[in-house]
């Protein structure tokens, strides 16, 4: 049977890959957002002319 210690480890180990799962979701969101702003601007410019 396993320890408390191991049972301790396989938690943490699950709880900070969910943790870097969701900041790596937000990152790659907000990254994308900032290359769709220029995008979108360039594109606004082009309907007006």
Do not use: C, Q, Y
């Not at 790596?24 to 990254?31: A, E, K, L, P, Y």
């Amino acid at each position: 049977m396993a320890s408390i210690k191991d049972i301790g480890k396989l938690f943490l180990f699950i709880v900070t890959g969910v943790v870097a799962i969701i900041v790596g979701s937000f990152m790659v969101r907000g990254t994308m957002h900032m290359w769709d702003k220029p995008g979108e601007n360039k594109t606004n410019k082009k309907k007006k002319d």
